[in-house]
């Protein structure tokens, strides 16, 4: 039978991340994306001037439809959560589905501050969301805020990483750092259970901002342990689907900065996972 992902995330009209992501990446890798937008935005929150439309009451009243009709998922992937009252009933929700594997982007921040929309005790609230989670999938600014430690942005040490993923670690299984700066590298670290923590995959540096880089990562991770991949072989593919978009949207001169241009790279999503 088909699998198929709840997808728990914004729609940004413009800017390509969240939703509009996802639903492509997921259903590339010949798997069902079930969407569930909590709010619709006229582009992400770091063009300036973006409009933001609530969808909370409409996802209430989904959840509850879904609900009547017995729906199940073979994972839930959660992403942008505009407000701790979602956050209150995505808990409630995937506390009834006890088949899904919980997949939780804590999407609130980069570079070491929040989003545009949040504030303080937004993390606090996320925490919360962790705790019913099988893996996070932190970038090492929310992996900060979620342990409550300081953002150091390079030249840490593993001792830093290995605090912050123990603290990760009292809240759920699993966790996969990404973004972790180094000279050449971007990395991505995996915590897994009592394990140490362990440099997984990396891809090279390229000192420019895109957004929603985390969404793709993040997406092809879920359709990946969905498909039944272990956590490391699903963040190693994840990492090296995502630097071949981040390399063909830099190589091309006319490329905006709106996202990545992962279209053109689907093909070989469909082909990895076809069979
Ligand atoms: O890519 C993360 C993300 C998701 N959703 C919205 C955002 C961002 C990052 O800026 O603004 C609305």
Request: aromatic share 10%; hydrophobic share 40%.
């Amino acid at each position: 039978m088909q699998k198929r992902i709840l997808c728990i995330n914004d729609i940004s009209c413009m800017g390509k991340c969240s939703l509009t992501v996802a639903l492509p990446v997921i259903s590339a890798m010949g798997i069902e994306a079930v969407a569930m937008p909590t709010a619709i935005l006229s582009a992400h929150t770091v063009f300036e001037g973006y409009t933001f439309y609530d969808t909370t009451a409409q996802m209430q009243e989904a959840f509850s439809h879904f609900d009547k009709l017995g729906e199940s998922f073979d994972a839930i992937y959660t992403g942008y959560l505009g407000s701790t009252e979602q956050i209150e009933l995505v808990r409630r929700f995937i506390s009834k589905h006890p088949e899904s594997l919980i997949i939780t982007d804590p999407v609130m921040g980069d570079n070491g501050r929040l989003y545009s929309g949040f504030d303080r005790d937004y993390p606090r609230a996320i925490r919360e969301l962790c705790c019913c989670s099988d893996v996070l999938l932190p970038n090492l600014t929310e992996a900060c805020f979620i342990a409550e430690m300081p953002y150091i942005a390079e030249e840490f040490s593993l001792d830093y990483l290995t605090h912050i993923a123990a603290r990760l670690s009292r809240l759920s299984d699993n966790s996969v750092i990404t973004g972790v700066r180094e000279q050449e590298h971007i990395a991505v670290y995996t915590a897994q259970h009592d394990q140490p923590i362990k440099r997984t995959a990396a891809s090279r540096l390229i000192n420019k901002q895109l957004h929603g880089t985390g969404d793709v990562f993040a997406s092809v991770f879920a359709g990946m342990m969905v498909l039944g991949k272990e956590l490391t072989e699903a963040a190693s593919f994840a990492t090296e689907f995502t630097e071949m978009c981040i390399l063909n949207t830099v190589t091309d001169p006319k490329a905006r900065w709106y996202g990545l241009t992962f279209e053109p790279c689907l093909h070989t999503l469909y082909e990895k996972c076809r069979g």
